[in-house]
């Protein structure tokens, strides 16, 4: 895969402490050794392709994360909101849009 092995380890580790799981947790429910998650957490390894599709769908992430990656798209806080954002309904995503956009606003200068 053409990708950095530091992004997906820095988006697979963020995940795996946002649903609170240990290596080994993870590592079974991925069905791979725990060493083989631990290089590719510490961008040791880079993943086959089916653990890629594997741990995308499992934390129902954006191959995006990884493959175009964005300044902030390691930010734990960044890629938690985003995680929740995939939670909401449409009227959610809607109030939020808007708190959003008069954040923004608000902090635009006169």
Known sequence: MAFE??????VLKNARMDKKLTQA?????LDISL??????E???????????VRVMRYF??????VIYPASNLTDDTYQKVKRLLTRC?????????ATTEALLDANEPS
């Open 25 to 29: 947790e993870l590592a079974e429910i």
């Open 60 to 65: 129902n992430l954006s191959a995006d994360t």
């Open 5 to 10: 092995s530091k992004q997906f380890g820095i």
């Open 42 to 52: 510490r961008f040791r390894n880079n993943p086959s392709y089916n653990i890629f």
């Open 35 to 40: 060493p083989y998650l631990k290089d590719l």
């Open 89 to 97: 309904n449409e009227k959610q995503l809607k109030v939020i849009l």
